[in-house]
């Protein structure tokens, strides 16, 4: 049970503490000196090893999942980083979100690929579990980072474009729709 909570948790990303528990999680399953470095090792700190290393590798198969459009392909990274933009861009027009994301997508995409994208995607590669699909992965991120860098702001101006509301129509208009047809019959 605690294990699937720990994968729940770990798409809140935003969550300093846990992304630090996270962290030193790896650190202890990955690192330099985990439980198979030391001599000595018995049966039960192998297992906790063990253990610890199926937990960070689902939560981070799990985070992996929640922004794969970001290590896949270039066109179907824009797909998904448009279809984000277009909700929290309604978001914004609807009072639900403070700041128009027109002001940060750009920016705000190339310090997500530097200081989460990228890291977990060297993180999918160094755990070894998905084989050379772990190098796809960090490869088309690094590639998908630097296109952005070059076609960012273009088409970020796009999108804000395709997000301009449409004028509503006049209330002459609204009304001619609105009425019933008349019945010349009488």
């Not at 920016?107 to 590669?125: T, V």
């Amino acid at each position: 049970r605690q294990i699937v909570t720990n994968i729940v948790l770990a798409t809140d990303i935003f969550d300093a503490g846990m992304g630090e528990m996270r962290k030193a999680r790896w650190e202890c399953a990955f690192g330099s000196k985990n439980d198979n470095d030391i001599e000595g090792n018995d049966n039960s700190n192998s297992k906790k090893c063990n253990t610890t290393r199926a937990t960070i590798v689902l939560e981070h198969i799990m985070q992996a999942s929640d922004v794969a459009h970001t290590m896949q392909h270039w066109h179907v990274y824009v797909k998904w980083n448009r279809k984000l933009f277009e909700e929290l861009s309604l978001a914004f027009q609807q009072g639900r979100m403070a700041v128009d994301p027109a002001e940060f997508w750009y920016a705000g995409e190339l310090s997500f690929f530097d200081n989460y994208i990228i890291p977990l995607a060297k993180k999918l590669q160094d755990c070894q579990v998905f084989g050379v699909s772990g190098d796809e992965y960090l490869n088309y991120a690094v590639s998908n980072r630097s296109e952005w860098e070059a076609k960012g702001r273009e088409i970020v101006q796009e999108m804000v474009q395709s997000m301009r509301p449409v004028s509503a129509p006049s209330q002459s208009k609204k009304d001619r729709m609105r009425r019933p047809p008349s019945n010349h019959a009488n």
